[in-house]
């Protein structure tokens, strides 16, 4: 029986990504927009949300909304947003949204400010809810539903996918949709890479859970914007020193909600300055990255996909 996982991947011989203009590292910068699409009883759902927000140690509650947990998410839509995308719109940075649809179906100011700024709109699905035992023609619809949500509201089409809370079935049914380039539900590179999905290239571009501001909502995590900005930098100037003969690619994950809050947003900021102080980095989106591999890195032998 043919084992479902790759646990070789590009081993000790990755290949050079040749970013544009030599760089050393290509940085990325994801945005979550979830807010007003988590699990709440008003959606539908049969509990609260449990997960992601500064309501440390939350339970979800079965068959009642939860105030605290919500009034969390909103600070997300009401204000963090619009302070993170401050910090990158005054230094010129160019983020990717991950954008849940009916979250930007209830503000879509935030799909028009993203797209009129330059930043990319990436598909995050229609709910923020964990997708495992979701029907397959319920999570097809919701991918219907979210691009056309995140269209309407911000004129762009999306060519990429991140869902988080995976099925067994997202990257089968993204990839048979048509209308994306690739998707970013992997954690296990440092390099995008090609899958084999219904015997077609399919492309992968990983994402990163440790450089992510979501470890202020989970234990061990950060307690303190000093411990977000040391990881952040870290792998930053390891990667950096790599980079002279191996270039890499850094992903970094931030949330309305959570990084949007002022001490937080404030160790961000000292990152972004050190990263714009180093020579030959690229800061990118994420489709930037994926268009850039499947131009230089045509896809060759494929690993199956799981």
């Known amino acids: 029986m043919t084992y479902p996982r790759d646990m ?35 959606h539908g759902d049969a509990h609260s949300e449990a997960l992601n927000s500064d309501n440390v140690g939350v339970t979800a509650r079965q068959g009642e909304r939860d105030l605290v947990t919500e009034s969390f998410y909103e600070y997300g839509s009401r204000a963090g947003y619009w302070r993170l995308m401050r910090l990158f719109d005054e230094r010129g940075i160019k983020t990717t949204v991950f954008a849940i649809g009916m979250a930007i179906e209830r503000h879509p ?34 991918i219907e539903r979210a691009v056309n949500a995140i269209e309407r509201a911000s004129g762009e089409k999306p060519v990429g996918w991140y869902t988080g809370r995976v099925s067994e079935r997202t ?29 077609k290239p399919w492309l992968v571009v990983p994402y990163a859970f440790d450089t992510n501001d979501m470890r202020f909502a989970s234990a061990p995590g950060f307690n303190t914007g000093s411990q977000f900005f040391e990881h952040l930098r870290d792998t930053f100037d390891f990667l950096y020193r790599e980079g002279a003969t191996s270039p890499k690619m850094m992903s970094v994950g931030l949330h309305c909600r959570l990084a949007g809050r002022p001490a937080r947003a404030a160790a961000l900021e000292r990152f972004l300055d050190h990263a714009l102080a180093q020579p030959g980095v690229w800061i990118c989106r994420r489709d930037q990255i994926a268009r850039h591999w499947m131009s230089h890195h045509a896809p060759a032998v494929l690993a199956p996909a799981g």
């Open 109 to 142: 100011d935030v799909g028009r400010h993203a797209v009129v700024g330059g930043h990319e709109m990436c598909c995050h699905g229609w709910r923020w809810i964990d997708y495992r035992r979701i029907p397959e023609a319920e999570e097809r619809d919701h």
């Open 8 to 42: 070789i991947g590009y081993g000790q011989t990755p290949p050079h990504p040749r970013w544009p203009g030599e760089a050393r590292i290509a940085l990325q910068f994801v945005v979550n927009y979830e807010e007003g699409a988590e699990n709440c009883i008003l």
């Open 171 to 199: 990257r089968r049914l993204v990839a048979a949709d048509g209308r994306f380039i690739y998707d970013s539900d992997a954690y296990n590179d440092d390099l995008p890479y090609w899958l084999d999905v219904g015997g």
